[in-house]
């Protein structure tokens, strides 16, 4: 695809996802600059009406579901939660009716929103890949539509936040983006490619799900056993990586960082004490990464995707309470 198809491609995925939600904002906030010792910019994916990227892609994928599926009276997908957001989101401005399928555990918080915007809540395994093969079974049990968890329409959605960073910033010279399953990462690839940025684009993973990383080592998709121990960061916990994800990181990212859990709390904690802006496990995975490879980018222009805020309220204030 030449560099203007893939830019009128995704031009027309922004038209769908303006007619749900407003672009969100990007700042280069200087205190978070001070910390890193770069001019940082941060893409406010928690300002979204559902506190994450994911209404992005999910608007886009429903779109093209009710255009090429009219038959379709119904979606299922497995989710940690705001993922599942957009799938009720957009299952309803369709008029479809929408069922989610969490893990074991999930956060008290996200499932209530899912509720909140109509989705039918089941629970079901251990993790999200427990999760998923349950949720394609029911899939065929119920004559439901599975609702991608990775698919080429939710790419086009998301990377719409990418074609607004890169907008705003052009001379960024490295973006790093929370990798889950994938779409995230892709979408600013993709967004990147189609502007015509120069940026170094970095994932960043979970040291406790580091299948992802372990893939890009190894140079094939790599799958892990469930986490003995799960991230605070919930919504990047993938053990199998999709393979078609899979090339296109290989193919187009710099590199993936794995960070722990105390480095995400610490990137958590950074973000309200320089921003007061709250982010969720998964949304401060980026930060977490830059932070720890800052020495690398000191006195250059980086941006960072705080991808969601959708933290429970007590694991909000265990993270703020370990402040040293």
Not at 211 to 221: D, K, M, Q, R, T
Not at 268 to 296: K, S, W
Request: glycine share 10%; aromatic share 8%.
């Amino acid at each position: 695809m030449s560099q203007s198809d893939a830019l009128d491609r995704l031009n027309s995925a922004a038209e769908i996802v303006y007619s749900v939600m407003a672009p969100t904002p990007q700042y280069a906030w200087p205190l978070l600059g001070e910390r890193v010792g770069a001019e940082v910019w941060v893409k406010h994916e928690n300002h979204t009406p559902a506190g994450a990227f994911k209404i992005r892609g999910g608007s886009v994928y429903v779109d093209h579901l009710r255009r090429t599926r009219p038959d379709v009276t119904g979606v299922i997908a497995a989710t940690r939660g705001n993922h599942g957001q957009s799938v009720a989101i957009a299952a309803r401005r369709a008029g479809l009716s929408a069922t989610v399928v969490v893990p074991e555990g999930n956060s008290v918080e996200k499932n209530a929103a899912m509720q909140a915007w109509g989705g039918e809540l089941l629970v079901h395994g251990r993790d999200f890949q427990e999760s998923f093969e349950y949720a394609q079974g029911l899939a065929e049990e119920r004559g439901l539509h599975m609702f991608a968890s990775f698919h080429d329409r939710l790419v086009d959605g998301v990377a719409t936040y990418g074609m607004e960073l890169f907008k705003a910033a052009p001379d960024l010279e490295a973006v790093f983006v929370p990798i889950g399953l994938g779409s995230g990462i892709c979408a600013v690839m993709a967004a990147r490619d189609a502007v015509g940025s120069k940026a170094e684009v970095w994932g960043v993973v979970s040291e406790t799900a580091p299948a992802y990383a372990l893939s890009f080592e190894a140079g094939h998709p790599v799958s892990t056993n469930a986490a003995s121990a799960p991230t605070i960061a919930d919504g990047v916990d993938c053990r199998v990586p999709n393979a078609a994800a899979f090339e296109r990181i290989k193919a187009g990212a710099a590199g993936i960082i794995k960070v722990s859990d105390d480095e995400i709390k610490d990137a958590m904690r950074a973000y309200y004490t320089d921003t007061h802006n709250i982010a969720e496990g998964a949304g401060a995975v980026p930060l977490a990464g830059l932070m720890q490879v800052r020495e690398r980018w000191q006195g250059r222009k980086v941006g960072v995707i705080l991808s969601g805020g959708n933290v429970d309220m007590d694991v909000y204030r265990e993270v703020l309470a370990g402040a040293s």
